[in-house]
T-cell receptor
Framework: DVKVTQSSRYLVKRTGEKVFLECVQDMDHENMFWYRQDPGLGLRLIYFSYDVKMKEKGDIPEGYSVSREKKERFSLILESASTNQTSMYLC????????????????FGDGTRLSIL | DAKTTQPPSMDCAEGRAANLPCNHSTISGNEYVYWYRQIHSQGPQYIIHGLKNNETNEMASLIITEDRKSSTLILPHATLRDTAVYYCTAYNTNAGKSTFGDGTTLTVKP
């Protein structure tokens, strides 16, 4: 089974801090994604990556950046955390590059609940 | 990217079929319908997907209307463990990403 591991289940940080959320997948997947999940808003895509050192903006990239230096690892960075970034953050991965195959289920980690005080 | 719309909540009696609707009236030809479910404190889990034909696997069935503007996920014999939030998404094969709606909270009752 594919395993997507997020480094922390719960994290508390202060306003203005630089925050790193880490995600690792163990099945050599090409694509990786970061979402945030808020009550009443479902899952919203922040950034995704289909290759090492490549990144694409999702629907809500403002205030975030990402890093993918190795295929298995995708990091989400909050450059200067703010209280409105308090949320559940979900990482996901999928196997093939875009356009190659429609069979592209995403495999999710269990999330990091981030609180910014 | 297509927007998906689902009812916020539904109830189902244990042992009965659960039919979860999804509207995706703006779906384009290169977008597939995917369904996931999320049990409390876990990440979403893939259930099934399809383009225009009906699909069935060991977890569920997916019925997509001929015009592809809506679909229904069917859990044939719902159990208490099927209580979860169910998300209908449109996966864009060219862009390689999915658009998630707000989901339906399904509560299976004894």
């Amino acid at each position: 089974d594919v395993k997507v591991t997020q480094s922390s289940r719960y994290l508390v940080k202060r306003t203005g801090e630089k925050v790193f959320l880490e995600c690792v997948q163990d099945m050599d997947h090409e694509n990786m994604f970061w979402y945030r999940q808020d009550p009443g808003l479902g899952l919203r895509l922040i950034y995704f990556s289909y290759d090492v050192k490549m990144k694409e903006k999702g629907d809500i990239p403002e205030g975030y950046s990402v890093s993918r230096e190795k295929k298995e690892r995708f990091s989400l960075i909050l450059e200067s955390a703010s209280t409105n970034q308090t949320s559940m953050y979900l990482c996901a991965s999928s196997l093939h590059l875009p356009g190659l195959d429609s069979n592209q289920p995403q495999h999710f980690g269990d999330g990091t609940r981030l609180s910014i005080l | 990217d297509a927007k998906t719309t689902q009812p916020p909540s539904m109830d189902c009696a244990e042992g009965r079929a659960a039919n979860l609707p999804c509207n995706h009236s703006t779906i384009s030809g290169n977008e597939y319908v995917y369904w996931y479910r999320q049990i409390h404190s876990q990440g979403p889990q893939y259930i099934i997907h399809g383009l225009k034909n009906n699909e069935t696997n060991e977890m569920a069935s997916l019925i997509i209307t001929e015009d592809r503007k809506s679909s229904t996920l069917i859990l044939p014999h719902a159990t208490l463990r099927d209580t979860a939030v169910y998300y209908c998404t449109a996966y864009n094969t060219n862009a390689g990403k999915s658009t998630f709606g707000d989901g339906t909270t399904l509560t299976v009752k004894p």
